[in-house]
Nanobody, 127 residues
Framework: QVQLVESGGGLVQAGGFLRLSCAASGRPFNTTYMGWFRQAPGKERTFVSAVNWSGRLTYYADSVKGRFTISRDNAKNTVYLQMTSLKPEDTAVYYC????????????????????WGQGTQVTVSS
Protein backbone atom coordinates (compact mmCIF):
# COMPACT_ATOMS: atom_id res chain seq x y z
CA GLN A 1 0.00 0.00 0.00
CA VAL A 2 1.42 3.34 -1.07
CA GLN A 3 1.57 6.06 1.54
CA LEU A 4 2.82 9.61 1.44
CA VAL A 5 3.33 11.14 4.87
CA GLU A 6 4.01 14.84 5.19
CA SER A 7 5.66 16.48 8.16
CA GLY A 8 7.21 19.79 9.13
CA GLY A 9 4.19 22.06 9.05
CA GLY A 10 3.38 24.46 11.84
CA LEU A 11 2.88 28.04 12.91
CA VAL A 12 5.51 30.60 11.94
CA GLN A 13 5.73 34.37 11.81
CA ALA A 14 5.89 36.24 8.53
CA GLY A 15 9.42 36.25 7.22
CA GLY A 16 10.18 32.93 8.86
CA PHE A 17 10.92 29.55 7.36
CA LEU A 18 9.78 25.96 7.47
CA ARG A 19 10.93 22.73 5.85
CA LEU A 20 8.33 20.24 4.78
CA SER A 21 9.12 16.59 4.23
CA CYS A 22 7.15 13.90 2.45
CA ALA A 23 8.19 10.32 3.05
CA ALA A 24 6.85 7.79 0.58
CA SER A 25 6.44 4.10 1.24
CA GLY A 26 4.96 1.12 -0.53
CA ARG A 27 6.89 1.54 -3.78
CA PRO A 28 9.90 3.49 -5.04
CA PHE A 29 9.32 6.85 -6.69
CA ASN A 30 12.81 7.35 -8.01
CA THR A 31 11.63 7.42 -11.63
CA THR A 32 8.68 9.80 -11.22
CA TYR A 33 7.90 13.42 -10.62
CA MET A 34 7.12 14.40 -7.07
CA GLY A 35 5.76 17.70 -5.89
CA TRP A 36 3.71 19.88 -3.61
CA PHE A 37 0.31 21.49 -3.81
CA ARG A 38 -1.49 23.68 -1.30
CA GLN A 39 -5.05 24.53 -0.44
CA ALA A 40 -5.98 27.66 1.45
CA PRO A 41 -9.32 27.88 3.29
CA GLY A 42 -12.19 28.29 0.87
CA LYS A 43 -9.94 27.95 -2.17
CA GLU A 44 -9.01 25.26 -4.64
CA ARG A 45 -5.89 23.17 -4.37
CA THR A 46 -3.09 24.78 -6.38
CA PHE A 47 0.31 23.72 -7.60
CA VAL A 48 3.36 24.86 -5.64
CA SER A 49 6.37 22.98 -6.93
CA ALA A 50 7.60 19.77 -8.54
CA VAL A 51 10.86 17.98 -9.15
CA ASN A 52 11.87 15.37 -11.70
CA TRP A 53 13.27 11.96 -10.85
CA SER A 54 16.91 13.08 -10.68
CA GLY A 55 16.28 16.32 -8.82
CA ARG A 56 17.89 18.34 -11.58
CA LEU A 57 14.68 19.80 -13.01
CA THR A 58 12.47 21.84 -10.74
CA TYR A 59 9.24 23.73 -11.33
CA TYR A 60 7.62 26.46 -9.25
CA ALA A 61 4.47 28.50 -9.16
CA ASP A 62 5.19 32.19 -9.67
CA SER A 63 3.92 32.96 -6.18
CA VAL A 64 6.70 30.96 -4.52
CA LYS A 65 9.54 31.31 -7.00
CA GLY A 66 12.69 32.56 -5.32
CA ARG A 67 11.38 31.74 -1.84
CA PHE A 68 10.72 27.98 -1.93
CA THR A 69 13.15 25.24 -2.91
CA ILE A 70 12.16 21.68 -3.72
CA SER A 71 14.55 18.77 -3.46
CA ARG A 72 14.45 15.01 -3.14
CA ASP A 73 16.43 12.14 -1.72
CA ASN A 74 15.70 8.99 -3.71
CA ALA A 75 17.58 6.82 -1.26
CA LYS A 76 15.03 7.86 1.36
CA ASN A 77 12.08 8.03 -1.06
CA THR A 78 11.50 11.53 0.28
CA VAL A 79 10.79 14.95 -1.19
CA TYR A 80 11.35 18.21 0.65
CA LEU A 81 10.09 21.76 0.38
CA GLN A 82 12.23 24.43 1.97
CA MET A 83 10.10 27.52 2.46
CA THR A 84 11.66 30.87 3.31
CA SER A 85 10.43 34.47 3.57
CA LEU A 86 7.01 33.11 4.40
CA LYS A 87 4.00 35.35 3.96
CA PRO A 88 0.52 35.16 5.49
CA GLU A 89 -0.81 34.26 2.04
CA ASP A 90 1.27 31.08 2.18
CA THR A 91 -1.08 29.81 4.88
CA ALA A 92 -2.61 26.57 3.62
CA VAL A 93 -2.67 22.84 3.93
CA TYR A 94 0.28 21.53 1.95
CA TYR A 95 -0.12 18.24 0.12
CA CYS A 96 2.58 15.97 -1.24
CA UNK A 97 1.99 14.57 -4.72
CA UNK A 98 3.74 11.70 -6.46
CA UNK A 99 3.76 10.03 -9.84
CA UNK A 100 2.27 12.63 -12.11
CA UNK A 101 3.12 14.59 -15.23
CA UNK A 102 4.34 18.12 -15.76
CA UNK A 103 2.03 20.37 -17.72
CA UNK A 104 1.90 24.06 -18.60
CA UNK A 105 5.65 24.33 -18.89
CA UNK A 106 7.35 26.79 -19.18
CA UNK A 107 4.93 29.62 -18.47
CA UNK A 108 2.57 28.10 -15.91
CA UNK A 109 3.97 24.78 -14.77
CA UNK A 110 1.79 22.40 -12.89
CA UNK A 111 1.58 18.75 -12.08
CA UNK A 112 -1.21 16.71 -13.64
CA UNK A 113 -2.56 13.18 -13.45
CA UNK A 114 -1.20 12.74 -9.95
CA UNK A 115 -1.63 9.17 -8.80
CA UNK A 116 -0.79 9.53 -5.14
CA TRP A 117 -1.52 12.20 -2.56
CA GLY A 118 -0.54 12.70 1.03
CA GLN A 119 -2.97 13.67 3.77
CA GLY A 120 -1.59 17.18 4.09
CA THR A 121 0.22 19.27 6.68
CA GLN A 122 -0.96 22.64 7.93
CA VAL A 123 1.23 25.69 7.46
CA THR A 124 0.09 28.87 9.18
CA VAL A 125 1.96 32.14 8.75
CA SER A 126 1.03 34.91 11.15
CA SER A 127 1.46 38.58 10.30
Amino acid sequence: QVQLVESGGGLVQAGGFLRLSCAASGRPFNTTYMGWFRQAPGKERTFVSAVNWSGRLTYYADSVKGRFTISRDNAKNTVYLQMTSLKPEDTAVYYCAADGLIGGYPNTPTMTEVRYWGQGTQVTVSS
